[in-house]
């Protein structure tokens, strides 16, 4: 069965860094999605992504983070100076035509 | 926008014990539902959904929910639970530009022997 990859799976980074979070959605899928989950917290959605652009983000999405699908395979999640409250677990997630949203295993980022 | 309100926070239940997972959601012209479950540690790992066509849905490990148009529900069930079945159960609605996935807080389903 076709999978979201991620990676990392899990990545300690020091507070102010940058980090980039990698994802290879299926690949006959359009959709990408990334959505972050703090311990213990429910699913939040981050950014929604189709034709090359944004087609929705959330009020968590502010300007630092962006998201690129660099080589049309690879889509990222790029976060510029990392904070503590980063602090997550950020999913990858596809979608087919017929709404079959696939997700990653996950990347748990830990900002120190 | 939609929201998901899952009623339970924690459900402990015995082995092979039938359960129920409450899920509602706001109203909205027409909805695509899903529920989703994640093992400790693991990801999301979709377990069924409602698009259209029959309100009864059948889902993966002898999971069932079924859409309730006028209580705006969303309700999985499972007639014999096993010890296996300890995770975290999501409910989420599909909606937005970008048809994202809004998810519910999560009920803990504990399953024991």
């Known amino acids: 069965e076709p999978e979201v990859t991620q990676t990392p799976s899990h990545q300690v980074t020091q507070m102010g860094q940058e980090v980039i979070l990698r994802c290879v959605p299926i690949s006959n899928h359009l959709y990408f999605y990334w959505y972050r989950q703090i311990l213990g917290q429910k699913v939040e959605f981050l950014v929604s992504?189709?034709?090359?652009?944004?087609?929705?983000k959330s009020e968590i999405f502010d300007d630092q983070f962006s998201v690129e699908r660099p080589d049309g395979s690879n889509f990222t999640l790029k976060i510029r100076s990392t904070k503590l409250e980063d602090s997550a677990m950020y999913f990858c997630?596809?979608?087919?035509?017929?709404?079959?949203?696939?997700f990653g295993s996950g990347t748990r980022l830990t900002v120190v | 926008a939609q929201s998901v309100t899952q009623l339970d926070s924690q459900v402990p239940v015995f082995e092979e014990a039938p359960v129920e997972l409450r899920c509602n959601y706001s109203?909205?012209?027409?909805?695509?539902l899903f529920w989703y479950v994640q093992y400790p540690n693991q990801g999301l790992q979709l377990l069924l959904k409602?698009?259209?066509?029959?309100?009864l849905v059948k889902g993966i490990n002898g999971f069932e929910a079924e859409f309730n148009k006028s209580q705006t529900s969303f309700h999985l069930r499972k007639p014999s639970v096993h010890i296996s079945d300890t995770a975290e159960y999501f409910c989420?609605?599909?909606?937005?530009?970008?048809?994202?996935?809004?998810f519910g807080a999560g009920t803990i389903l504990r399953v024991k022997s």
């Open positions: 409602y698009l259209s066509g029959s309100t």
């Open positions: 997630a596809s979608r087919d035509a017929g709404y079959g949203y696939t």
């Open positions: 989420a609605v599909s909606e937005g530009r970008g048809n994202k996935l809004v």
């Open positions: 109203s909205s012209v027409s909805v695509y």
């Open positions: 992504f189709y034709n090359n652009e944004i087609s929705e």
